[in-house]
C-alpha cells in the first residue's frame, strides 16, 4: 500500500463533554415526519440521529469560552463583556464601531432600517433569505450581481462567490448610484453552496463603487471562511495569516453584519459593524428600540464574552483547516461514489443537487425537500432544504422564485461530529440514491407568509 503524500486533516482538540446521540427506528421516523409535514425544521431533535440542519448555533464551544460564561458581567448598562467583545471586533474585523445583536438577522434589520429608502435597489452576491427580506420590508428590490457560474453546480469556478461587474454596473446604471445605497457582499456564499469570493473581485467591486458613493457592507457570517478559500486558492496569499486576509477583506467595505452563530463558535449572538458615524448613531437609536441596549442588544453579558473568544479562535489555522477539510472529506467521499453534489465542495456543507439526485422529479414536486426528507427516513439524519421552498416568491408579482439551484444541504456543525459520523452520512446518502427511482416528491399544503421554509408543511405526492 503507498503512503499518501499530505498527511490527513484531523481535529485540532480532544473531547472532553459527549452528548449521548439517539437511535430511532423506521417506524418512528416514518410518524414523527409525518407529523412534522415532512419539513426537517418541524421535527423535535430527540428523532434525530445526526443533526445536518444547519452549522448556525450548534458548534461546540470550547474550554476557553465555557470559563469565559463564568466571568459574565451581567450589569445593564457598560458590562466589561461588551469592551472585550468590541475589542475582538476592532482586532479581527478591524471596523470602528459596534453594535451587538441577538443574531444576523437583527443585524440585518437595522442596517435594512437604516440604509434602504424605498424604491432602492441592492445588489448582492446571491440572496440569502432573512437578508432580503428584511432589504424587501424596508422596501428595497435585491438584485442578484454574482456571477452565472454560481448558478451552476457543476462549474468548478474557484470563486464562484464572485460578483459580476457588468451586472452591478447595469443596476447602478438602470437607477442611479443614489438609489443603491450599498452593495451587500457575503462571504462564501450560502445560497451557492458555500462558495468564497476573491480578494481580487473585492477589490474590483470597491474600485467601481467608491468614486460613485455607494456603500460596501459584507455579510461576515463566514468571512473568515472565505479567508481560507483566498489563502488557499488566491495567488500571494498562501503565506498570509487567517487574521491578515479577513483583516485585508473587512478593509475594503464599510462594515459587516454578522451571525456569530457560525464563523464566531457561539450558539447565540451577533452584531453590526461600521466605520460610519451616522449609521452608528442611528443604529444605536434603533437597537434599543428592538433588540437591547447598544451595549448589550439583546445578549447577556456571558454570551459576550464567549463570543469575543469565539472571534479569536475562528481564525486559528488549525481550526480552519479541521474545519472546512471535514467539509471536504464527506464532499469528496460523494464525489467519488458519483453522488451529484455542488462543486467545489464549500466551506460550512457538502450541498447535494436534487435535481440531478432526482431527475425525474420537476421542481414542483420539491425535489430538494424529498431528499431531505427521504435521507431523514433512510437514516434519522436531517439536512435541510436549500431550493425552491427556501426561494420563496417575488414580492411584486406573488410568483414562485425559481432557482437554478435545486439543493438539500448537509450543515456541518463545528468542532461536533467526527470522521466515523461523516462515514455515516455518506452511507446514508448512499442508500438514499439508491432508491431514488421510489421518490415520488411533496406538495405544500401549508404556506406561511414569510421565510415560509422554515414552518412550511408538506404531504406526500
Ligand atoms: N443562516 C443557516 O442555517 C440559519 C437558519 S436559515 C435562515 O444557514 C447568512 C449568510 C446566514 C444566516 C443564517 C444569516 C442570518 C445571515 N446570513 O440566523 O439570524 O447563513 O443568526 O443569521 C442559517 P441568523
Known amino acids: 500500500m503507498s503512503r499518501p503524500t499530505v498527511r490527513s486533516w484531523a481535529e485540532p482538540y480532544k473531547i ?21 409535514g415532512y419539513n426537517t425544521f418541524l421535527l423535535p431533535s430527540r428523532f434525530v440521529y445526526i443533526d445536518l440542519l444547519t452549522d448556525s448555533g450548534t458548534g461546540a464551544m470550547s474550554d476557553e469560552q465555557w470559563a469565559g460564561m463564568m466571568l459574565g458581567d451581567e450589569a445593564y448598562a457598560g458590562s466589561r463583556n461588551f469592551e472585550h467583545l468590541e475589542a475582538a471586533v476592532r482586532e479581527y474585523y478591524g471596523f470602528k ?19 434602504i429608502k424605498p424604491g432602492d ?36 469556478h474557484p470563486f464562484k462567490g464572485n460578483v459580476d461587474l457588468g451586472k452591478l454596473q447595469a443596476v447602478i446604471d438602470e437607477v442611479g448610484p443614489e438609489r443603491v445605497p450599498y452593495v ?5 456564499v450560502n445560497m451557492a453552496g458555500g462558495q468564497p469570493f476573491s480578494m481580487a473581485n473585492l477589490r474590483e467591486v470597491r474600485a467601481l463603487t467608491e468614486p460613485l458613493g455607494v456603500k460596501v457592507y459584507l455579510d461576515a457570517t463566514r468571512l473568515v471562511e472565505n479567508a481560507y478559500f483566498v489563502q488557499r486558492r488566491e495567488p500571494g496569499y498562501a503565506e498570509k495569516s487567517l487574521k491578515e486576509i479577513l483583516l485585508e477583506i473587512c478593509a475594503h467595505a464599510d462594515g459587516c453584519t454578522m451571525s456569530a452563530k457560525k464563523d464566531s463558535l457561539v450558539n447565540i449572538g451577533g452584531f453590526l459593524a461600521t466605520n460610519e458615524d451616522d449609521l452608528y448613531e442611528e443604529a444605536c437609536n434603533l437597537v434599543v428600540v428592538f433588540e437591547g441596549l447598544h451595549t448589550y442588544g439583546g445578549l447577556a453579558g456571558r454570551d459576550m464574552e464567549a463570543m469575543a473568544r469565539g472571534i479569536a479562535e475562528s481564525v486559528r489555522q488549525e481550526h480552519m483547516a ?31 443537487d436534487a435535481r440531478r439526485f432526482y431527475d425525474h422529479l420537476p421542481q414542483d414536486a420539491f425535489p430538494a425537500q424529498t431528499l431531505a426528507a427521504e435521507l431523514y427516513l433512510e437514516s434519522g439524519i436531517r439536512s435541510m432544504e436549500r431550493g425552491i421552498a427556501s426561494a420563496g416568491r417575488d414580492p411584486v408579482t406573488g410568483e414562485n422564485h425559481r432557482p437554478n439551484l435545486e439543493l438539500t444541504r448537509l450543515t ?12 455515516v452520512t455518506a452511507e446514508a446518502v448512499y442508500a438514499t440514491y439508491d432508491r431514488r427511482r421510489q421518490a415520488r416528491g411533496l406538495k405544500m399544503v401549508y404556506e406561511p407568509k414569510y421565510l415560509r421554509f422554515f414552518r412550511a408543511r408538506f404531504e406526500p405526492l
Do not use: W
Not at 16 to 36: F, H, N, Y
Not at 109 to 115: D, F, T
Not at 412 to 423: F, G, K, L, N, S
Open 97 to 115: 464601531y459596534l453594535v451587538p445583536t441577538h443574531q444576523g438577522r437583527g443585524a440585518e434589520h437595522l442596517l435594512s432600517r437604516v440604509k
Open 412 to 423: 456541518i456543525p463545528r468542532r461536533v461530529y467526527t470522521q466515523a459520523h461523516m462515514d
Open 121 to 156: 435597489r441592492i445588489p448582492g452576491n446571491m440572496y440569502f433569505t432573512t437578508t432580503r427580506l428584511h432589504q424587501e420590508l424596508a422596501g428595497a428590490t435585491f438584485v442578484d450581481v454574482v456571477i452565472d457560474e454560481a448558478h451552476d453546480p457543476d462549474s468548478l
Open 184 to 188: 451587500c457582499l457575503a462571504g462564501t
Open 322 to 352: 479541521a474545519r472546512i477539510g471535514q467539509v471536504e472529506y464527506l464532499g469528496d467521499h460523494l464525489v467519488s461514489e458519483g453522488i451529484p453534489v455542488v462543486r467545489p465542495i464549500g466551506g460550512h456543507a457538502v450541498f447535494l
Open 16 to 36: 472532553k463533554v459527549v452528548e449521548p446521540l439517539t437511535v430511532t427506528t423506521r417506524d418512528q421516523r416514518d410518524a414523527a415526519l409525518a407529523e412534522a
